[in-house]
């Protein structure tokens, strides 16, 4: 229940903030789910819905996207901070190529003390359309302390301001 209200004030205040980015910076707010299986034995380690905010920066031809967020699944109780940058590559008007790398921590419920750290990065899809961005994605993730692996197939929506 508490990260529910965490995630809903991660989007409140990403979307009342004022903006000091320069011109070609923008504000965005997503929103998405994900899946968490372990690698190999293909197991379910949890259903992660999560909520980010973020600046688009144009570079050139490509975009870098920073992000901070929170993550939560219900099923399992464990929850987490999540970081990202994402580097988008247009391929048509309305289709960009991401190159994903993130990093974060999940715990079960309260408990800091049994939290688990992981980094990875994958591939997705920036799909625009008016008023928002679809972007399927496939990570791999490792715990920077075990080594053991996991995919995360997902799907966020964001605003961009």
Do not use: K
């Amino acid at each position: 229940m508490c990260a529910h209200r965490s995630i809903a004030l991660a989007v409140l205040l990403a979307a009342v903030a004022p903006s000091t980015a320069r011109a070609d910076e923008q504000l965005a707010v997503a929103a998405g789910i994900a899946e968490d299986i372990s690698v190999p034995a293909a197991a379910h380690e949890g259903m992660y819905s999560y909520a980010a905010v973020a600046v688009v920066l144009p570079a050139g031809r490509v975009a870098v996207v920073p992000s901070v967020g929170v993550e939560y699944a219900a099923d399992t109780g464990h929850w987490g901070f999540i970081g990202t940058v994402v580097v988008d590559t247009p391929i048509t008007r309305t289709v960009g190529f991401d190159v994903i790398v993130s990093g974060g921590h999940d715990q079960p419920g309260a408990q800091w003390n049994e939290a688990a750290f992981a980094a990875g990065g994958g591939i997705g899809l920036s799909i625009t359309t008016a008023p928002a961005v679809i972007s399927p994605s496939l990570c791999v993730f490792a715990d920077v302390h075990s080594g053991e692996l996991s995919v995360t197939p997902g799907v966020s929506v964001a605003r961009v301001f």
